[in-house]
């Protein structure tokens, strides 16, 4: 298995004149090719960030390439990378799975739109009610300051993962950092 040396490309137009819908990856690679003055080491074909039907809603998406080596790598980095007649900046990529949280139950390996847990909060791991819910007693606390879900001094911290006195998501998290 060969390495890749990964970029994004953003501000790439995602509507193009002659192509009919989300210009595909075999166009991208053949814009590129055909327009970049460097010959770049392709380790497989450029490919869209996001979802498709999401990416063709917007005027501009991110793509990702992939190089065999680091110099293409670094080249498409410091000289940005010409992409259906924009100079389009790039930055080094790396793909790192996302990891997402239920609104409902704070789990790690589904959404709240189809959790049948029981319902936990990620600030005080009440079973009473979500995280996006949660809200302090005391009274005087909500004002324009503070909106509803958010914590305060008079919530004693509790991380559904592991008991700690931290919110769901904290970076100090042993859970959440494994």
């Given amino acids: 298995d060969e390495p890749r040396h990964q970029v994004l490309v953003n501000g790439v137009p995602t509507h193009v004149h002659g192509v009919d819908g989300l210009p595909s990856d075999k166009e991208l690679l053949d814009e590129i090719v055909n ?73 790690t390996d589904h959404t709240g739109r189809i959790c049948e847990r029981e319902m936990r909060c990620g600030v005080c791991c009440s079973n009473q009610h979500t995280s996006a819910t949660h809200k302090c007693e005391d009274i005087s606390f909500y004002s324009q300051v503070h909106a509803p879900g958010a914590h305060c001094e008079h919530t004693k911290l509790k991380c559904p993962h592991c008991s700690g006195a931290h919110v769901v998501r904290d970076a100090q998290c042993k859970v959440w950092q494994s």
């Fill in 35 to 107: 327009y970049n003055s460097h010959k770049y080491e392709w380790a497989c074909m450029p490919r869209w960030l996001g979802r498709p039907s999401d990416v063709q809603m917007r005027p501009r998406g991110s793509v990702i390439l992939a190089f065999l080596n680091a110099a293409d790598a670094a080249h498409a980095i410091q000289h940005s990378v010409s992409v259906f007649g924009n100079f389009c900046s790039a930055r080094r990529f790396e793909d790192v799975p996302r990891v997402r949280t239920c609104d409902n139950c704070c789990g």
